[in-house]
C-alpha cells in the first residue's frame, strides 16, 4: 500500500501561485511513477501533470503547460506541484496519485490516491 498526503492547496487570486506538495509513505517511493489530478465541480477528474520515477520525464496537460510544474524529491518521498499564473478555470480538487513503474497521463493507470487538497482561484 501507499498512502498519501496532499497540501498547500488555498484560495489565491488569478494571476498568483501556489505550491501543492504530495507527500508518500508505505512503499518504497521511488519505484512509482507519480501524478497529479484535478476536479472541478460538476466536471471529470482530469489529468495535470505527471512525473517518471527518477524524475526524467514529465508529462502536462495543454491547459497548465509552462504555467504548472511537477518534480519530485525521493530523499524525501514528495511530489510538489508548483502552479502560477493561476486562472479561475483552474479552481478544482487536486489529487496526488501513484502507479508502479511507468507514469502514465491516464487516471485509470494509478492505484493509489490522495484525499485531495482544494485549490480555488479567484478573478
Known amino acids: 500500500q501507499v498512502q498519501l498526503v496532499e497540501s498547500g492547496g488555498g484560495l489565491v487570486q488569478a494571476g498568483g501561485s501556489l505550491r501543492l506538495s504530495c507527500a508518500a509513505s508505505?512503499?518504497?517511493?521511488?519505484?512509482?511513477?507519480m501524478g497529479w489530478f484535478r476536479q472541478a465541480p460538476g466536471k471529470e477528474r482530469e489529468f495535470v501533470a505527471a512525473?517518471?520515477?527518477?524524475?526524467?520525464?514529465?508529462s502536462y496537460a495543454d491547459s497548465v503547460k509552462g504555467r504548472f510544474t511537477i518534480s519530485r524529491d525521493n530523499a524525501k518521498n514528495t511530489v510538489p506541484l508548483q502552479m502560477n499564473s493561476l486562472k479561475p478555470e483552474d479552481t478544482a480538487v487536486y489529487y496526488c496519485?501513484?502507479?508502479?513503474?511507468?507514469?502514465?497521463?491516464?487516471?485509470?493507470?494509478?492505484?493509489?490516491w490522495g484525499q485531495g487538497t482544494q485549490v480555488t482561484v479567484s478573478s
Open positions: 496519485a501513484a502507479k508502479y513503474a511507468y507514469y502514465s497521463t491516464s487516471m485509470k493507470a494509478y492505484n493509489y
Open positions: 512525473i517518471s520515477r527518477s524524475g526524467g520525464m514529465t
Open positions: 508505505g512503499r518504497t517511493f521511488s519505484d512509482y511513477a
